[in-house]
């Protein structure tokens, strides 16, 4: 697919290409911009487009995804159900066994719903947070998430969670293999005390992409679920998920509209008021290599721009520019 096929303006891409360079500034990146399905461009330095690099907090997107796929199979019966009536487990972190002082399960903790968990407004092991009233991005949240639905499935134990087949074996069923990827993945906890309850909210799912691994997953979420005309993920959940939770507009101020159901939202331009509201992404940083990793989508404008890593864009940070998306969208013919 040629340039001008994609609805690019030639020079402006190759222009947008050399201000990648120059920001880069010798930094090692990777960027990957799709129109229509096909690639348009693939810019990268010091790493090859067939490298796998860890995702960090972008398998919270992918783990979106799963919840809806267990919702349309019937293995939850809604978003809103305790995910405590599926996986009693949460609860079994008493003081001193959580990922630090003062973190444990708490008894408000028992009504956390799926869907507070993959909004990040659960409030888990959170003092004085209350289940759906406070947005606050968190990873043991998200595990406890990954590991209730893996044991749905018949694939975790969390007194032997290291021999369980868990979430990434689940996401290469329903995800992965639909989409002919080749990710790989490994299960990580962070530094905790020596009596934590690791089976219970550790063990993150950490994706290795390569770049065109991301641009599919991508894909998937501009055709809201589909993928060769098969539906994949729910397209009502693909459309729930990206927009900004009903928790955030009712309890937080407008400066924190901007997360969905596991997904960064700009619909109510609470990414960047420069940007349009058709976007979405999935994001996630590592300080080891100074990159981010993101997936950015354009719904309206039926574009897919993949970092993995490079410097650029970041949703959740306050510092990161989003010129290298404008400059993108200016490029459309």
Not at 87 to 96: L, N, Q, T
Not at 254 to 272: C, H, K, V
Not at 274 to 279: F, K, N
Request: charged share 20%; proline share 6%; glycine share 12%.
């Amino acid at each position: 697919m040629t340039t001008e096929a994609s609805g690019f303006d030639v020079a402006r891409l190759g222009a947008t290409g050399e201000w990648v360079a120059r920001q880069a500034n010798g930094t090692n990146y990777r960027l990957t911009v799709a129109r229509h399905g096909r690639i348009a461009a693939e810019w990268a330095s010091g790493i090859s487009q067939n490298e796998r690099v860890a995702l960090a907090s972008v398998w919270k997107s992918v783990l979106s995804n799963v919840l809806g796929i267990a919702m349309r199979d019937g293995v939850i019966g809604s978003a809103d159900d305790r995910v405590v009536d599926l996986y009693p487990e949460m609860m079994d972190v008493a003081p001193g066994q959580g990922p630090k002082e003062g973190r444990y399960a708490f008894p408000e903790n028992e009504g956390i719903t799926f869907r507070q968990l993959i909004g990040n407004t659960s409030g888990y092991m959170k003092p004085g947070e209350s289940p759906g009233r406070a947005f606050h991005y968190q990873t043991f949240g998200m595990n406890v998430l990954s590991h209730a639905l893996a044991t749905a499935y018949g694939m975790y134990d969390t007194d032997e969670p290291e021999r369980g087949a868990g979430f990434g074996e689940l996401a290469r069923r329903l995800i992965r293999e639909p989409l002919g990827g080749t990710w790989e993945w490994r299960y990580e906890n962070f530094p905790s005390p020596p009596d934590a309850r690791l089976g219970v909210f550790g063990y993150r799912t950490d994706l290795l992409c390569t770049a065109r691994d991301m641009a599919k997953l991508g894909q998937l979420w501009l055709q809201d679920g589909e993928w060769d005309d098969v539906p994949i993920v729910p397209q009502g959940w693909m459309r729930a998920a990206t927009r900004t939770s009903d928790i955030l507009l009712d309890h937080e101020p407008a400066e924190r509209w901007r997360y969905g159901l596991g997904f960064w939202t700009n619909d109510q331009y609470g990414l960047s008021p420069a940007l349009p509201t058709d976007l979405f992404a999935a994001s996630g940083a590592y300080a080891a290599d100074g990159g981010y990793r993101g997936i950015a989508v354009f719904r309206d404008h039926g574009l897919v721009v993949v970092q993995s890593p490079a410097p650029f864009w970041a949703p959740y940070d306050p510092d990161s520019s989003d010129e290298v998306l404008r400059r993108l969208l200016d490029a459309l013919a």
